[in-house]
C-alpha cells in the first residue's frame, strides 16, 4: 500500500502535468496557473515526467492558464 508521501508525490506529479496540458505545453503559462516559479516547476515536471502518467484527468481551464 503507498504511503501517503508516495500519493502527495503522484497528485503532484497529475496535478503538473494536466496543468502543462491546459496551458498548451507552455510551461510559463502552467507555472502562472499553479502560481509558482516556472523554474520550480521545469524541476519538478523534470522529476515527475519519467515517474508519473496521469491516469485521470483533472478540471484545469485552458482560458485560466492563459490568465497573467
Same mark, same amino acid.
Given at each position: 500500500?503507498?504511503?501517503?508521501?508516495?500519493?502527495?508525490?503522484?497528485?503532484?506529479?497529475?496535478?503538473?502535468?494536466?496543468?502543462?496540458?491546459? =496551458?498548451?505545453?507552455?510551461?510559463?503559462?502552467?507555472?502562472?496557473?499553479?502560481?509558482?516559479?516556472?523554474?520550480?516547476?521545469?524541476?519538478?515536471?523534470?522529476?515527475?515526467?519519467?515517474?508519473?502518467?496521469?491516469?485521470?484527468?483533472?478540471?484545469?481551464? =485552458?482560458?485560466?492558464?492563459?490568465?497573467?
Amino acid at each position: 500500500q503507498p504511503t501517503i508521501k508516495e500519493m502527495s508525490r503522484s497528485l503532484e506529479g497529475m496535478v503538473i502535468a494536466e496543468a502543462i496540458k491546459a =496551458s498548451g505545453d507552455n510551461i510559463s503559462a502552467a507555472a502562472r496557473l499553479l502560481n509558482t516559479p516556472r523554474q520550480t516547476l521545469a524541476r519538478k515536471w523534470a522529476e515527475h515526467s519519467e515517474e508519473t502518467k496521469p491516469t485521470e484527468t483533472l478540471s484545469i481551464s =485552458s482560458k485560466a492558464a492563459r490568465k497573467s
